[in-house]
DNA sequence: TCGAACCCTCACATACATGTGAAGGTCTAC
DNA sequence: GTAGACCTTCACATGTATGTGAGGGTTCGA
């Protein structure tokens, strides 16, 4: 599919896929015209980006951990160095604290709506 | 305590503290000389900050939810707005959102680290 | 009383994710 | 063949959270 299709679908500026492409988060083949051409698989692969830089990863992170999610393990056990294993299990736990926390947040916003809820209901 | 001790066991540089307190995040009562005079919750309260910060959370929601965290009741219910009430029942539910995500993935990463460490086992 | 270590404000700089628009090529339908 | 809707690259702009440093006041110990 074209970038506006993929853009519409998944509710994403053209100018961010272009982006994403830049920083090494998706990747697209190149029609003879030039245009840009991408896979269906390529669709969850953004709403994956988006979800990661929404809940506060930068894009260079988001890189790393990209091959890590590909269903059919696409990278060789081999090629993952000491340093690339240490800074997945640095991230992995980060975003464990930061799911954490979220919902620890969550839960106190929650409890405070019920509160209100209780209050205006008497 | 003044602004350098925050800092200090806040892990925050006195330029963020100056910011959080100028984004409404965080009060500092002022000595005769001007000087920042923090109190003790305040400590926490950074330590909160920085967390949803690091969540993906912009200032400007961060201050709306604040009041709602507070463990006496400071906010008084009549006070809550419907708009206001609106937007916490959305941060809510956003903020469950991106901690399904974070979870997903960090699993995903775990699962991919283990599969690693089997390879290198073998 | 001097110097070090604080504090203040203010301003400019930076990284990152994003928006916007210009200048121009391609494709499709009328 | 022409208009409109796509696409391309490039460049400049913006908002937000941060860093850095200048210029200057305060406090405290030697």
Same mark, same amino acid.
């Not at 991230?91 to 975003?95: I, K, P, Q």
């Given at each position: 599919m074209r970038i506006g299709e993929l853009a519409?679908?998944?509710g994403t500026s053209r100018r961010l896929l272009r982006y994403y492409e830049e920083q090494g988060l998706i990747i697209a083949s190149r029609g003879a015209n030039g245009y840009r051409d991408y +896979?269906?698989?390529t669709v969850d692969r953004v709403i994956q $980006?988006?979800?990661?830089?929404?809940?506060g990863l930068p894009? %260079?992170?988001?890189?790393?951990?990209?091959?890590?999610?590909?269903?059919p393990r696409a990278i060789y056990f081999p090629d993952a160095t000491p340093e690339m294993i240490a800074t997945l299990e640095q991230? %992995?736990?980060?975003?464990a604290r930061r799911a954490e926390c979220l919902? %620890?947040?969550? +839960?106190?916003?929650a409890e405070y709506l019920d509160? $209100? %809820?209780?209050y205006n209901r008497v």
């Open positions: 519409e679908r998944t +896979d269906e698989p $980006v988006r979800g990661l830089l929404d809940a894009t %260079r992170i988001i890189k790393q951990i990209l091959p890590c999610l590909d269903k991230e %992995r736990d980060r975003m919902l %620890r947040n969550r +839960d106190a916003i509160a $209100v %809820r209780e």
